[in-house]
């Protein structure tokens, strides 16, 4: 295998990476796939060992050969290497990338210069598109200086004019492959379009946000990030691509108005972090979504013919000349064009490390089988990402991959009865907490035993009860807010995780004890419930700090006291409940990891031990800081005693009626579709 290999080192659009021709990589995709991992650095995930930069929008590739096609000059194949794993996708396209090939591809004599501009028919391999690309070549020869300016890149080079002529359908075979314009997800609207790259298209203020905000804000917003790669992941299947959990397509993009009529503004995600600026493909996409109707991102009507939108991103804007054919519902995009430019940084020899490369005389050390944990709740939530942040650091200390598991529904029993019945050999794990080993276990009679069925492995963590408001709540205390719920007892609503659920059992206490009443909209789980009173269609909820946090700080939503004994160190003016007049609302909600019971004593004995290394890590205490919760390393005990504890102080309260569950009783969240 060579080890040594010519490479050229490419800013391209607002992306960088290396280009290389076909034959300069090893024979087969595998071969090709291993250099590609070394080239960019793919297994550490600061990808200091190769070219790669940390971000998916630095580990691209370009591979370029004369085209095969008849019509076509260049054949580029693009590839998304992955971050910290080795991984190589080329089912997407890259259209920042793709403003690189042209110049490439002359300069390496595959294609001849003429004097002045050089119009390049490129054939994409992985969507199997044309895009003709015009790049000046004053003389014969490329050049990079020029006054072009795009948002995103500092200075200016040579425009580079990319004119697409068939991208529509190109990977799925349906501008719209769901056949239809908006489809509903969990209650979410969504348009899922394939134009230019497949792309899931959400509303921003549908997940509660206004579309506008930094990267850097959507990025910390852990609770959004979940709700959408929840929407992501059935969006992909409803496209027909199957399981694109380790994919990047479908790209999830959140939209709002413009400031014009001929312009959108985009959040596009790459797919699990916001772009600083934006994707030429997603440009392409978005666009068509908002020059066509009957889409989440349609703009207003318009006839046919060429018509030049902007689409709004965080570094600035991308303008598109759209081409429309058709009317009304028969409209259709027949081509579009834009301009980016690219500069060579470098060229020379690309060095590859051994250790990317298999060596067939070796067998392969045989595979661990998967650990899952079992999270009782949708996606989004405080569980969910507690769970996802444990999963993640507990894999590398365990060898083994580590996944997590949503399974959503009556209130946690669905997961808990699925683990309950599970094989006990330890790969089959569930983030239990006090909802499923406590309140609804008290609450109901369930089709499994909170402490018959499970093996305790060790308690994760525990966050605080918040009481929380929509910001257009007039009432700037608790007490004002009681005395708005007597004097107007159907005018506000709170949003729960569902029956036996902490934020259920939280709001019929403060119902309990302020001797008022409301209405309760119930959810699968706190992420579409916190969805629902972002946007204000629900205004109260008693959700943890670990899930209210992001939204608190954002400005989102208002705390307005704690449900528990002392007020918290980050929230320092936010009085208990008990402060505020409200007495007996004191919901702890505690997490911890369970197994199935009878799983053998030496595998929760290594399991524990896991958890509890994740849990020291600085960096896991962090990010549990960061959203309010704190972390409790402990013993499978200890977790033991938690459970009795919390099981025998809510049973005793549903048994003497001082909860009436009853008069808390939730009507179905028909508003979001997701009760």
């Known amino acids: 295998m060579n080890k040594v290999i010519p490479c050229v080192l490419m800013r391209a659009g607002t992306s960088r990476g290396p280009f290389f021709l076909r034959h300069w990589l090893p024979d087969g995709d595998e071969a090709r796939d291993q250099a590609l991992i070394g080239a960019i650095g793919a297994s550490d995930p600061l990808q200091l060992d190769g070219v790669g930069g940390g971000s998916t929008l630095n580990s691209k590739v370009a591979i370029v050969s004369r085209s095969t096609q008849p019509d076509c000059d260049l054949d580029y194949l693009f590839a998304q290497v992955g971050v910290g794993h080795r991984s190589v996708d080329t089912r997407p396209n890259c259209g920042n990338m793709l403003s690189g090939v042209a110049p490439f591809g002359i300069e390496q004599g595959l294609v001849k210069a003429q004097d002045g501009v050089t119009k390049v028919r490129v054939f994409n391999v992985n969507t199997r598109s044309r895009i003709d690309v015009t790049v000046r070549t004053p003389h014969g020869r490329v050049t990079y200086e020029g006054d072009a300016r795009i948002d995103g890149v500092a200075g200016t080079a040579a425009p580079i004019l990319l004119d697409f002529l068939d991208a529509w359908g190109a990977v799925t075979g349906q501008v719209f492959p769901t056949g239809n314009r908006i489809d509903h997800i969990d209650g979410t609207a969504v348009t899922c379009i394939d134009a230019a790259m497949p792309l899931m298209i959400v509303r921003a203020t549908d997940l509660g946000v206004t579309g506008r905000e930094k990267p850097v804000a959507l990025d910390a917003n852990n609770a959004l990030l979940a709700r959408i790669e929840s929407l992501r992941l059935q969006a992909g299947r409803r496209m027909g691509l199957g399981d694109v959990s380790q994919s990047v397509i479908p790209k999830p993009v959140l939209v709002s108005e413009g400031d014009s009529p001929h312009s959108v503004t985009s959040r596009y995600f790459t797919p699990h972090r916001c772009h600083a600026s934006h994707a030429v493909t997603g440009a392409i996409g978005v666009a068509s979504a908002f020059a066509l109707p009957g889409t989440v991102a349609s703009g207003i009507a318009r006839e046919a013919g060429r018509h030049k939108l902007v689409v709004l991103h965080p570094a600035g804007q991308i303008d598109v000349e759209v081409d429309l054919a058709g009317q009304g519902d028969g409209a259709e995009v027949r081509g579009a064009a834009l301009v980016r430019t690219a500069r ?11 250790y990317v490369f298999s060596r067939p005389e070796e067998a392969p050390a045989p595979t661990p089988k998967p650990i899952t944990i079992m ?88 966050s605080p009860t918040l009481m929380v408001v929509h910001p257009s709540v007039c009432a700037p205390s608790v007490q004002a807010l009681v005395d708005r719920l007597r004097e107007a007892p159907g005018d506000l609503m709170y949003a729960s995780a569902g029956d036996g659920t902490p934020p259920h059992f939280a709001a019929a206490l403060f119902l309990l004890g302020s001797g008022t009443h409301m209405a309760g909209v119930k959810f699968d789980g706190a992420a579409p419930a916190m969805a629902d009173l972002v946007s204000g269609r629900t205004q109260v909820m008693f959700p943890s700090l670990f899930t209210a946090h992001p939204f608190v700080r954002s400005g989102q939503l208002r705390a307005m006291g704690v449900a528990g004994a002392s007020r918290l160190p980050s929230l320092p003016g936010v009085p208990t409940l008990a402060e505020a007049g409200i007495e007996g609302v004191d919901v702890t909600q505690w997490y911890g990891l369970f197994a199935p019971a009878h799983t053998p004593a030496a595998t929760l004995a290594r399991l524990n031990q896991a958890l509890n290394a994740a849990l020291t890590d600085a960096a896991v205490v962090a990010q549990f800081e960061n959203h309010g919760a704190r972390v409790e390393p402990g013993t499978p005990q200890a977790l033991r005693a ?26 179905d969240g028909g508003l979001t579709d997701a009760g």
């Open 642 to 667: 938690r459970v009795d504890s919390d099981l025998g102080r809510w049973q005793r309260l549903v048994a003497q009626g001082a909860l009436d569950v009853a008069d808390a009783r939730l009507v």
């Open 375 to 462: 999270v009782p709740t949708a996606a989004g939530g405080g569980n969910d990402t507690m769970a996802r942040i444990i999963a993640s650091k507990m894999g590398r200390l365990l060898g083994q991959e580590v996944l997590v598991d949503n399974r959503a529904g009556a209130n946690g029993a669905i997961a808990s009865e699925f683990v309950a019945r599970a094989q006990p050999d330890g790969h089959t794990l569930m983030l239990g907490y006090v909802g499923t080993h406590a309140m609804n276990p008290a609450l109901q009679k369930l089709g499994y035993d909170p402490v018959k069925d499970f093996e305790p492995i060790g308690l994760v963590g525990s």
């Open 344 to 354: 060579k940084i470098m060229q020379g020899e690309m060095h590859l490390p051994d």
